[in-house]
């Protein structure tokens, strides 16, 4: 068992990248397993500030080994933009990341309907980022998508045929101008001669380098509670960011899997529209947002931000079997005198211990209240340095959601990271 995975526990943005940067030393391969170009990790070494999209965090690391897996899909502009980037750091990429033949192609009217769908959907919008990643996932879905391995084989029938369907889309729903297919497939012909060394069948070298003795590590993008199927629903992201994703989304055998780890703030955040039973409005949710620089890596938009929720963690935990926590961003909460934890819900008088799949919204917070530390954290090197107030939140969380907490994180760079 040589697989460690790592999810989000909330609704995204928890701080994944810098936790698979922390554990990448000793990983030999990273892989995404989902989501696509809406996803932005960011990590910070040495103080310079890297946000990937697409390519894993682990990148930064020379020796790792980067894959793409077929769950993800690719928007080809944004992957070859992250390279050349890459390239102009100094960042070895050749021989160092790969790309799953299986998986699919964002095209340019996937971008496009995505925006015009959002903006017909009036009083029902869900929040997009409008990269056309839920609409390649449709076509995914439809099974008249484009996946990487359709650019080595019969890519002209394939491609005509889907254009052919999009620009109908594009004339007849959104009234709009047919998008050229021969632009479409040059770009894609250029875009395969950039790609092709990269090209591989991922559960084959999944299972050949696991047998070799690699040490493999899992990305989510995203975070449970977006998960299509186990989130706040219709609200959610297109894909399955839970441990059902990562399997699925890489071909790696659940019998491989040792480690699975949460990754959650020690607050709460959302980006987009949807239910959100502890956020905070009006000035103390800004403070919150400015204290922890709340706004999205892809987009800039403002996140919503609220207290932590054990309600949602310990959904997180049940679906996923998670192994362990890691709470992130717990320097941010050094400025608050008192600070509440949501501990259980009330839902039309009646008190839920769950993670209800609807009628969130109408779910009201059950709060307990725990002293602040109004101390400087950021810092500290041990766990045995942190304020007694800090180490007492911190042991609560964990007795609250039955998860061990595994590391801490209390700044944004590395060597900010607490072992417990």
Known sequence: MSVTVVIGAQWGDEGKAKVIDYLSEKIDII?????????????????????????PSGILYPNTICVIGNGVVVDPDVLISEMENLKKENIQIENRIFISDASHIVLPFHKIIDEHKEKQAENHKIGTTKRGIGI?????????????GDLFYQ?????????????KELELLYHLKPLDYEKIYIDLIDFRKKIESMVIHTPSFFEASIKQG?????????????DIDHGTYPYVTSSNTTIGGALSGTGISYRHIENVYGICKAYVTRVGEGPFPTELKGEEGNRLR????????????????????????K?????????????TKVDVLSYFETIPVCVGYEFFGKKIDYFPSYGLEDCIPIYEYLPGWKE?????????????????????????????????SIGPGRDQTLML
């Open 290 to 313: 400015e204290l922890g620089a709340e706004y999205g890596a892809t987009t800039g938009r403002p996140r919503r931000c609220g207290w932590f929720d054990v309600e949602l963690i």
């Open 155 to 167: 890519l002209e029938s394939k491609l005509s045929n889907l254009v052919n369907l999009k620009n």
């Open 31 to 55: 892989a995404r397993y989902q989501g696509g170009a809406n996803a932005g990790h960011t990590v910070v070494v040495d103080q310079k500030k890297f946000i990937f999209h697409l390519i």
């Open 376 to 408: 400087d954290i950021s810092r500290i090197n041990r766990w045995s340095e942190l304020p007694k107030n800090c180490k007492t939140y911190i042991e609560k969380i964990q007795e609250w959601t039955n998860i061990p907490i595994k590391f801490v």
């Open 214 to 226: 690699k040490t493999v590590l899992l990305e989510g993008a995203q975070g449970t509670a977006l």
């Open 315 to 327: 959904h997180s935990g049940r679906i996923n079997g998670l192994t362990g926590l890691v709470l």
């Open 136 to 148: 390649c996932y449709a076509d995914k879905m439809l099974r008249i998508g484009i996946r990487i």
